[in-house]
């Protein structure tokens, strides 16, 4: 199992650039979450996906954030126009959930940087 | 709605002595109680976690945890501390029984190790 795999590992962006990041859940999982986490607020969930479809997108911080799941393999976490305080490292992690006492795994997290 | 409550934002202990990370939860059902550890620069691993089946739950790497209703606490403790356990604890609370759930984490606890 090669866990859940989060590209790129680092990415530096210029302000107002667009900014994919993305995810692969392990197999078998069907709950998708999308983290993130700075040094002044902590870690954050933004939105959480179930079987491909957003449940909870309450914490997603404006319309320049957009997060989409097209099947169970794959997510992405998009920012349009980047601005420098989405710099943070975003994490996706995901779980099996069938009950909610599943755990959550974690990916490596993406280190943005917007300039 | 569930939070948590992490009292210590930074703990330093000797080695060899004991651990002890504190954990206070709020919730309208009972919980799921999960500790999360998370090594600089990787996303978070699961420690252990509380289901219900029993309140005295041991983890990974020498830790446990106690689950206590009346004092709404889930305390994280190791008797000898060793080097390699510092990084930044999180604890973090489930209400969810169904698959449409989601986990919310506390500020977490940096953990230092004094030789």
């Known amino acids: 199992d090669a866990g859940v795999i989060q590209s790129p590992r680092h990415e530096v962006t210029e302000m107002g650039q667009e900014v994919t990041l993305r995810c692969k859940p392990i197999s078998g999982h069907n709950s998708l979450f999308w983290y993130r986490q700075t040094m002044m607020r902590g870690l954050e969930l933004l939105i959480y996906?179930?079987?491909?479809?957003?449940?909870?997108d309450s914490g997603m911080p404006e319309d320049r954030f957009s997060a989409k799941m097209p099947n169970a393999s794959f997510s992405t976490l998009k920012i349009q126009p980047s601005e420098p305080r989405d710099s943070a490292v975003y994490f996706c992690?995901?779980?099996?959930?069938?009950?909610?006492?599943?755990?959550?795994?974690f990916g490596n997290g993406t280190r943005l940087t917007v300039t | 709605a569930q939070s948590v409550t992490q009292l210590g934002s930074h703990v330093s202990v000797s080695e060899g002595a004991l651990v002890l990370l504190r954990c206070n939860y709020s919730s309208s059902v009972p919980p799921y109680l999960f500790w999360y550890v998370q090594y600089p620069n990787q996303g978070l691993q699961l420690l252990l976690k509380?289901?219900?089946?029993?309140?005295l739950v041991k983890g990974i790497n020498g830790f446990e945890a106690e689950f206590k209703k009346s004092e709404t606490s889930f305390h994280l403790t190791k008797p000898s501390a060793h080097m390699s356990d510092a990084a930044e604890y999180f604890c973090?609370?489930?209400?969810?029984?169904?698959?449409?759930?989601?986990?919310?984490f506390g500020s977490g606890t940096r953990l230092s190790i004094r030789p």
């Open positions: 992690a995901s779980s099996l959930a069938p009950d909610g006492n599943s755990p959550l795994h």
């Open positions: 509380y289901t219900s089946a029993a309140t």
């Open positions: 973090a609370v489930s209400e969810g029984y169904s698959s449409a759930s989601k986990i919310i």
């Open positions: 996906f179930n079987n491909n479809v957003p449940i909870d």
